[in-house]
C-alpha cells in the first residue's frame, strides 16, 4: 500500500534522524549561515532483497535498491515529502491480537535493525484512507548534553480513486496533537524497550549457534581525554569527553583494516590485544568509578573466519543513567 511521508525534521547539528517506517536515515548538515527553509522531494521503494555476505544468502529489507537506505541531506528549517511504496513483501510481525475493524494497524521500526512493533491505533469508522501526525524525541538521563530537538511528520495514506464516501472523504477533522513523555521518562522508555522482538518465526528463524568458541563482554561508555596540546576543552580539568568500548576510544586507521590484516601489514595500523572483558570490575549500572579517564587506540580482537562468537553488550552509568534490560 503506497503512503506518503511528510516530516517536518528540524535538524541541528549532529543529529540524525530514523525514520519509524523503513531503515533510512537522515543526516543533518552543519550550516554556518541562516538557512531559507526549501521543500525537498524524495521517492522510496521499499521492498526485500536477497543479499549474500559471507557466503550465506538472506532476504533483506532495502530501500531503492540500496543498503542502507539513501542518505537524505535536511538542514534547519526545510520540509522533506516522501512518498513511499511499501509494497507487500516487507515482514511483519503478528500483533498479539488482532485489530478492531475500528482500528488500523501501524508498523514501526524503531532501530535500524529487523525489528519490528506493531500497534493497533483507533480510526474513524468508514475512513480508511488516514492522516497521521507522528512525533518522536530523544530519550536521555546522562550527565552529558544531548539534542532535545522533537521530530515531527504527517504520514498520509493514498485516497483510494474509488472511494464513494466523498463527504466523510473531504470532512475537515480536528488536528490531534500527540502527547510526548518527558525526555527522561525511564517508565515509559523501558515500556518501549521490552516490546523490541526479533521476528523468530517460520520465515525468519533465529538460529543460534549452540557451541560457542569465543565469548566477549563489551561495556560501553563515556570516558575522559586529555585535551590535545594548544587547544582548550570543556570537560573536567580541561578534559574532552570520549566514548569507548572496555575504556578504549577507537583511533580511524588511515588504512583499511582486512586490508593490513591480509597483506600482512598490520604493524603501525593497529594492535590485537583489545580486552574481551572490561579492564577491571565495577558496579556497571550504579555509582560509575571516580577515574573515568580512558585510553585511545587502534585495537582489534583477530579470531578465525566462521568462529563462532557470544558478544554481550552492557551500557554503564558513566554515560547512561538507564541501561536497557537485556544489554
Known amino acids: ?52 555476505r559471507l557466503c550465506r544468502t538472506k532476504s533483506i529489507v532495502t530501500v531503492n535498491g540500496q543498503i ?59 475512513a480508511p484512507n488516514s492522516t497521521f501526525l507522528m512525533a518522536a524525541r530523544p530519550y536521555a538521563t546522562g550527565p552529558a548534553s544531548f539534542d532535545n530537538t522533537t521530530t515531527a511528520g504527517v504520514l498520509e495514506y493514498d485516497r483510494n480513486p474509488s472511494a464513494t464516501n466523498t463527504k466523510s472523504k473531504n470532512k475537515k477533522l480536528p488536528l490531534l496533537k500527540p502527547s510526548l513523555p518527558v525526555f527522561n521518562d525511564t517508565t515509559v522508555a523501558t515500556a518501549f524497550v521490552k516490546k523490541i522482538r526479533s521476528l523468530a518465526n517460520a520465515r525468519f528463524p533465529a538460529k543460534v549457534p549452540r ?78 568509578p571516580s577515574n573515568i579517564m580512558t585510553a585511545k587506540g587502534t585495537k582489534v580482537v583477530a579470531i578465525p573466519f566462521n568462529t563462532s562468537v557470544e558478544l554481550v553488550f552492557g551500557s554503564c552509568t558513566a554515560i547512561w543513567k538507564y541501561t536497557p534490560a537485556g544489554a
Open 211 to 288: 557451541k560457542v568458541d569465543r565469548r566477549f563482554f563489551f561495556t560501553i561508555g563515556l570516558g575522559l581525554l586529555p585535551c590535545s596540546k594548544n587547544n582548550t576543552c570543556q570537560g573536567p580539568n580541561n578534559t574532552m569527553f570520549s566514548a569507548s568500548v572496555n575504556n578504549v576510544s577507537f583511533v580511524q586507521p588511515n588504512i583499511a583494516l582486512l586490508q593490513s590484516h591480509f597483506l600482512n601489514r598490520s604493524k603501525g595500523v593497529y594492535t590485537t590485544d583489545f580486552p574481551t572483558n572490561p579492564p577491571f570490575k565495577f558496579n556497571y549500572t550504579g555509582t560509575p
Open 1 to 52: 500500500m503506497g503512503s506518503s511521508l511528510l516530516p517536518s525534521v528540524t535538524a541541528s547539528s549532529r543529529i540524525i534522524a530514523v525514520t519509524a517506517l523503513c531503515t533510512f536515515w537522515i543526516f543533518s548538515e552543519l550550516v554556518a549561515a541562516k538557512h531559507a527553509g526549501i521543500t525537498r522531494h524524495y521517492k522510496f521503494d521499499i521492498k526485500l532483497q536477497n543479499v549474500t
Open 68 to 126: 542502507p537506505g539513501p542518505r537524505i541531506i535536511a538542514r534547519e528549517g526545510d520540509r522533506l515529502l516522501i512518498k513511499e511504496n511499501g509494497g507487500k513483501q516487507t515482514p511483519r510481525k503478528s500483533s498479539a491480537r488482532p485489530c478492531k475493524q475500528e482500528e488500523h494497524r501501524i508498523f514501526l521500526m524503531p532501530t535500524p535493525l529487523m525489528v519490528i512493533l506493531d500497534f493497533c491505533i483507533t480510526v474513524l469508522p468508514k
